[in-house]
């Protein structure tokens, strides 16, 4: 194993620590390159310490949706606003699953649908 090797086997080894397991998968695209996935505060960060880990894109989409949910407001009960922005944070989550679902649903009936070719 030369140098380079084992300088890249020590990035992968940290990067599963910081995802906690050994086969991460992005969850809600299912990329599963070490190199390309995070941990997502599902509530946002400071909100709630609830990750799930997530590919970068995925990240950037999820956490550009969280600056659309609402703002805290001082006067406000912290314990409940934290709980909303959670389901908030989930909801985004689910939708971006349920799109990817009809996607594959609508492929696999296009790819069942007879070509013609058949004799």
């Known amino acids: ?15 599963l620590e910081q995802l906690g397991t050994n086969e991460p998968k992005c969850a809600t695209c299912g ?19 609830t990750t799930v880990i997530v590919c970068r894109n995925c990240h ?18 912290a314990s409940l606003h934290a709980i909303g922005r959670f389901l908030l944070g989930l909801a985004d989550m689910l939708r971006a699953i349920i799109d990817r679902l009809y996607e594959f649903g609508r492929a696999l009936i296009e790819r069942a649908a007879p070509t013609g070719d058949a004799i």
């Not at 194993?1 to 990067?15: G, I, N, P, V």
């Not at 599963?32 to 509530?43: N, P, Q, S, T, Y």
């Not at 989409?61 to 609402?70: A, F, G, I, L, Y």
């Open 1 to 15: 194993m030369t140098d380079s090797d084992f300088a890249r086997e020590r990035r992968k080894q940290r990067r």
């Open 31 to 49: 990329e599963g390159d070490w190199r390309c996935l995070e941990l997502h505060h599902v509530a946002d960060f400071g909100c709630d310490e």
């Open 60 to 77: 950037r989409r999820r956490s550009d949706e969280q600056k659309d949910h609402p703002a805290f407001d001082p006067n406000a009960d």
